[in-house]
């Protein structure tokens, strides 16, 4: 039988109707009236010291043979909440329905199965079991004739004592109490086993007796609707239209069909199935019994072995049944893809060509006879073998001879009269297509041959296509760098232009070394790449599975957690992973409704086109009316799809938003990934050849952002006059530099480039652009320039030139400068034809300390190695500082 062994009994989804919704309950309406006064106050006992039933005594101190009771914890029709004691002999009303009743008298009680029964008269023919809940108090009626008020138990014993054996009754004269469905619940639980063999033969037999008793538990205290789930989850299939009667039946067959060691049983006709079950668990001997559960236990060792380290296919699929497919390791997951991988890349050379040609089977065919002389392939300057035959023959045996011929890789040729017949490349092609006479011929070298060409020519294809990409690559960034980006649309634009260009150059690194483990045959999964739209694909499915891996650790983590937000965040930021490859979904074609309908539609009066519009209608409302998307996962229904494509594709019909996600599909099949298992084995193996996109270095970006900015005074030094700059400072090793405005660091990485044994010091008051100092590796001081007290050897600067601040940072920096130092500052050219007093005291500050000036070209700031153009005309001036 069918065995779940997570099913409860107790706790399981109620039934539904026939729309999904669960049935109307017919609970009473709440009523406001005071409870009814007790009808039997001996009998009906309140514990008014109690605060709630919980705290009533144990009912067990009142029972007896003779005596049950039942606890009312609410007020109901017969009065407030109390415990009702029912005996044997006492006058009892038994609900039968709404408002119906009926007055009799209790003549048995069950506790096993908590009823009473009771009889409508003295004839005890009328009546029943009830259960105890459905049994109220009623007025004991008045005296009348005198009767037997000795109770039946009493009269069992008397009756025992009278007929006793000699030595009195023992346990074995003891009749069994009916076997009852909490017992079987019970043995569910602990898996349909028993602790010993007598016990499983002592229930089987008491089982086997309780059948009315059984049925009727099962009526009485199961709905219809739950009879009905416990009946299916058992196995039996035709549960859903059977009576509560059948259902009830029903499961005491599966009780029975339970001690089935095999699970199965067979009867002839004239025979029942319950007598055939009876009949073969008492047949069960203590030596089968044993072997049997000997074997079961060997068994759920196996099973625990193979949960604990799975090794095939097998161990596998018990792992998942008994854990799920998430609890694989990323190793053992990767072991799991390779067995299904192997097992279809099996199957598909099984299907494949055959590695055997068989002997020619027309009989004209055998008759022939062969000659084999050498001859020559002048095209492709080599011998060839010509088998050559001896008489003509029939078009159906030369198309026999042709075939076998080109299974070896033969062809027919008559270029050359003297030269007609089957042409071979090798002497043993020749000397095996004529050994077909006497039977078949082995061409596996021939098929490894030919694979390990298609491989060698897909290899060089690939190569000749990673040369080309990298080349288009690489002249589009030199276009690039030499394009004006002097403002941020045009950065932006460029930055564009360039990221498609290093992602371009990444599938060519990675065409490279795919191409070459195809050349050399390490590549085993990805043996079927052939195009750059193969790993194009790959590329997408493992984009895909890094974002499903995000939102299952979002999905994962409680939203109360600390950092919620930035474990999925931090995810996001890290590179891909082989952790991605185990959230891979096969692509199958995945659609919306509304697109296909509406291609259905523009389809279904085109000439050619109605048949498949029909069938893919026909799809469509399979799917149900009410998704948003279908998806095609059988390759019928993609046949199908496929078929209809091309067909409205011929017609004129726009089909892309269709078509896309059919290429998806099609492209992995192309590439001899048939299903998920191989699509995350080639994953694993394409992974150490995936290139990454190197992109932009990190100063470009940073100094990309600072283009349209808006940054007072921020015009960093040309790279020409940077090396004037440096002429004139005469840097020696050991030196102390300081640069009081450095800006993005020019002037302090060319220090650094001619003189890395001087210490430089840099300081910007502007923190907009920490970010590109960073990424150059300066670390700067934040602060106004002004502010700063030092001593150094040599001081190089580009100091901003609004409203003099160029005159204020240049004296500020030469208080700065060691005895025997060196100041060189850009300078706008206001300082030296102004005629306000701030100029003109600066001039003679400057001839007095012997500084000169030089006028840089007019176009100094105005190239296009200029990061921010300006057209103020500058100088260069140069103030020595005495020594001491």
Known sequence: MSRQRTFDFDNFEPARTANGRQPPSHDADTVSLPPAPFVRPDRQLVYEDAPNHYHWPPASELCDRDTITVDRI????????????????????????????????????????????????????????????????????????PRNEKPLSAIVEELNAENAPPGGWDDRDQVPEPYTFAEFKELWKRGLRHESFAEYRSTFERLARSRDELVAELQS??????????????????????????????????????????????????????????????????????????????????????????????????????????????????????????????????????????????????????????????????????????????????????????????????????????????????????????????????????????????????????????GRSEETLARSEASLQNTARRADIQAGVRGRAHAEAAVARSLHSVATALSTGEAKYLEGVRHRTHLEELDRVLSLARWARIRAIRKATDETEYGFALSAHDEEQKLGSEDDIRFAKYPHPQIYVRHLRELVAAAANRRGMKQA????????????????????????????????????????????????????????????????????????????????????????????????????????????????????????????????????????????????????????????????LGANGIEAEFVDSLEHSGSYDRVLMNPPFERGADITHVRHAFSCLAAGGRLVAVMSEGPFFRSDSQAAEFRRWLEDLGGESRRLPAEAFQGADAFRQTSVRTRLVVIDRPDA
């Not at 060509?353 to 080599?382: L, N, W, Y």
């Not at 480039?753 to 907009?768: D, F, G, K, M, Y």
């Open 74 to 145: 609410t007020d109901d029709i017969d009065g407030p909440a109390h415990r009702f004691v029912i005996k044997r002999g006492d006058t009892v009303e038994a609900y039968l329905g709404h408002n119906r009743f009926h007055v009799g008298e209790v003549i048995g009680i069950s506790h096993a199965r908590g009823e009473v029964r009771v009889a409508w008269d003295d004839t005890l023919k009328k009546g029943g079991w009830f259960n105890v809940g459905a049994i109220y108090p009623a007025l004991e009626p008045a005296p009348g004739n």
């Open 613 to 772: 519009a029909a069938r893919l209608r026909k799809r469509l409302q399979r799917g149900g009316a009410d998704n948003e998307l279908v998806t095609f996962r059988h390759e019928h229904d993609i046949e199908l799809l496929s078929d209809f494509l091309s067909r409205a594709k011929a017609a004129g019909l726009n089909c892309e938003r269709v078509s896309d996600e059919l290429a998806h599909y099609q492209r992995l099949q192309r590439a001899k990934l048939d299903n998920v298992h191989e699509l995350r084995a080639a994953l694993r193996e394409y992974f150490p050849h995936k290139a990454s996109v190197r992109g932009d270095d990190p100063v470009r970006v940073a100094e990309r952002e600072l283009i349209g900015r808006d940054l007072p005074g921020f015009f960093p030094t040309p790279g020409p006059v940077i090396e004037q700059m440096l002429e004139l400072a005469a840097i020696e090793d050991g030196h102390t530099v300081l640069e009081p405005s450095c800006g993005k660091g020019d002037i302090v990485l060319a220090v650094r480039q001619q003189h890395p044994h001087s210490a430089v010091t840099a300081i910007e008051l502007n923190r907009t652009l920490a970010d590109v």
């Open 221 to 470: 205290g199961y709905a219809a609707p739950k009879l009905k789930t416990i009946a299916a989850n058992l196995g039996d299939w035709s549960a859903k239209r059977n009576t509560k009667q059948q259902n009830a039946e029903g499961i005491y067959r599966k009780m029975l069909a339970s001690y089935l060691l095999d699970g199965s049983v067979s009867f002839g006709m004239g025979e029942s199935y319950v007598d055939a079950v009876k009949a073969k668990v008492l047949a069960v001997t203590q030596q089968q019994w044993n072997a049997h559960y000997a074997e079961v236990d060997a068994k759920r060792a196996e099973r625990q072995q193979a949960v604990e380290d799975p090794q095939d296919l097998r161990d596998f699929r018990l792992f998942i049944d008994a854990k799920g497919e998430a609890a694989l390791t990323n190793e053992q997951m990767a072991r799991w893809d390779s067995l299904h991988a192997d097992l279809a890349r099996k199957r598909r050379a099984e299907n494949g060509p055959s590695s055997v040609v068989s002997r020619f089977e027309s009989e004209e065919a055998c008759e022939v006879s062969f000659t084999i002389k050498e001859g020559f392939h002048e095209k492709r300057d080599c011998k060839l073998w010509i088998v050559q035959l001896g008489d003509r023959v029939e078009k159906a045996a030369y198309r026999e001879l042709l075939g076998k011929a080109k299974q070896l890789g033969g062809w027919y040729s008559s270029f050359k009269k003297a030269d007609a017949g089957f042409q071979f490349l090798t002497l043993e092609a020749a000397e095996q297509f004529t050994s077909l006479l006497d039977g078949d011929a082995d061409r596996s070298d021939i098929l490894a041959a030919r694979k390990e060409r298609k491989e060698q020519t897909a290899a060089e294809r690939l190569h000749e296509l990673a040369d080309e990409m990298l």
